[in-house]
């Protein structure tokens, strides 16, 4: 059963449409990186699977259970949500905040899962530092980690290496990859990055001129990746 098919997806936003006739299908397990130019509609896709946003038309189906709620989502940080001034724990447990409902307060299981996501990220060291206080590397962990508190099943990561040094990278690419193999979760990642997206995934959604969905060897096959360096990625 896939856990997220779009339809006839057309996106857009104040009005003016930007991709139309989008059709794929996600299966749990699966590793989809999504590519394409800037403007192409990458984020705005990935609003609409969130509900943060209203496709033009078309539908955006969940399976296997899922609810929207209940999707992991790591975005771009701005310059000023760098600079947020709460702790560690403080960030990584309001990920649990679609699970409370109407509850004040978070319950002792919602606590464990915070506290074993930290440590999964490798930030045990750091539950009581600042956020603003953290490296670049730490604090993506840090919003990883509140993303897991949220799903057990699907993450959508926009650009999560964004400003990174290369160290940095590959080793959030392996804690990523770790995450789809070892725990079985679905990702969802937009990449500026053709060769990780190659290397990392197995799916890929290549937005532009034209519209690619299959596998990396398809994609790779049908000289999509090298057409898509050659045009440049502003």
């Not at 709620?69 to 310059?79: F, N, S």
């Not at 604090?139 to 990561?157: G, H, N």
């Not at 096959?221 to 990625?233: E, I, M, P, T, V």
Request: aromatic share 6%; net charge negative; glycine share 12%.
């Amino acid at each position: 059963m896939s856990l997220l098919t779009c339809q006839d997806l057309s996106l857009g936003y104040d009005g003016r449409e930007i991709v139309r006739g989008l059709n794929f299908t996600i299966g749990p397990g699966d590793y989809l990186c999504i590519v394409g130019e800037n403007g192409s509609g990458k984020s705005t896709l990935m609003k609409t699977i969130l509900g943060l946003q209203a496709p033009i038309d078309g539908k955006v189906l969940t399976g296997d259970g899922l609810k929207p709620t209940e999707i992991g989502y790591l975005p771009q940080q701005t310059v000023v949500q760098k600079d947020f001034p709460a702790s560690v724990w403080e960030i990584v447990l309001s990920g649990c905040g679609n699970r409370m409902g109407l509850r004040p307060f978070y319950t002792k299981e919602e606590k464990q899962l915070a506290r074993e996501n930290i440590e999964k990220m490798g930030l045990t060291q750091l539950t009581k530092q600042c956020y603003r206080e953290l490296s670049g590397g730490q604090q993506q962990r840090v919003l990883l980690a509140r993303a897991l508190c949220a799903t057990r099943k699907m993450l959508l990561l926009d650009e999560p290496v964004s400003g990174l040094d290369p160290k940095v990278t590959a080793e959030m690419y392996d804690l990523i990859e770790s995450l789809n193999k070892s725990d079985g979760i679905t990702v969802i990642m937009i990449s500026h990055d053709i060769d990780a997206a190659v290397k990392y995934a197995d799916h890929i959604l290549h937005i532009g001129q034209e519209i690619f969905f299959g596998t990396k060897d398809e994609y790779v096959a049908g000289g999509f990746s090298q057409a898509f360096l050659k045009g440049g990625d502003d």
